[in-house]
């Protein structure tokens, strides 16, 4: 989903990139070559001009600034916190709230089987949707408000995953009506429809 946002913001911006894969199926980043990049051994990385940057929403916000792109990151510090709070939402809140249940119920990742934690983390993260089920049906239209910007690249991708996750969900119409939105932009269909969660 890291990769993917950042992936996703390239194209948006129609930035043409080369992409290295390292991690899950490829080479290790713990291998020094990588940690000597990004000493948290996680993926994605950035490298311009400038040398590797690494967070995946940092990138995001770079990218969208370095291009001058101000419909994806607003420049009026009071817009661009409305869009900041969102995709600090998503990695601080949100992404608590999920991390068990998605190793367990997707993933099936070893030491994940207490079916307790799996069932607190599950209403956890029905929750969280809900927060922002709340929130677009107030916006009736994006995260932050009537335009696409970058948190909605952040939590269109978090839907994604919440969707496909093999679990119990209430019915959140406004975020139905929201992914179904999202799923019209070319980009999202190329970095996010393909993968599994
Ligand atoms: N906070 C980091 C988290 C990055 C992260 O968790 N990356 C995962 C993949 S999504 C990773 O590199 N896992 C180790 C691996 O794939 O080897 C970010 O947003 O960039």
Not at 96 to 121: I, M, N, V
Request: charged share 20%; with cysteine.
């Amino acid at each position: 989903m890291n990769v993917r946002k950042v992936l996703w913001t390239l194209d948006e911006l129609g930035l043409a990139h080369e992409r290295e894969d390292w991690g899950a199926g490829f080479a290790s980043t713990r291998d020094p070559a990588f940690l000597a990049l990004n000493p948290n051994g996680l993926v994605p990385v950035l490298i311009d001009a400038a040398g590797p940057l690494w967070e995946s929403n940092t990138i995001c916000r770079y990218l969208a600034g370095r291009q001058g792109d101000a419909s994806l990151l607003p420049l009026e510090p009071r817009a661009r916190a409305g869009v900041e709070q969102w995709m600090d939402w998503q990695v601080t809140e949100l992404n608590s709230a999920w991390r068990y249940a998605f190793q367990a119920l997707s993933r099936r990742a070893p030491g994940y089987d207490d079916p307790g934690l799996t069932q607190d983390s599950v209403a956890a993260w029905n929750a969280a949707m809900s927060l922002l089920d709340a929130r677009l049906a107030l916006t009736a239209a994006f995260v932050a408000g009537e335009t696409f910007t970058l948190a909605d690249i952040c939590l269109g991708l978090a839907t994604h995953r919440w969707l496909r996750t093999p679990m119990a969900r209430p019915t959140l119409p406004a975020v139905e009506t929201y992914y179904a939105r999202l799923r019209t932009r070319p980009a999202f269909a190329s970095h996010a429809l393909d993968a599994v969660a």
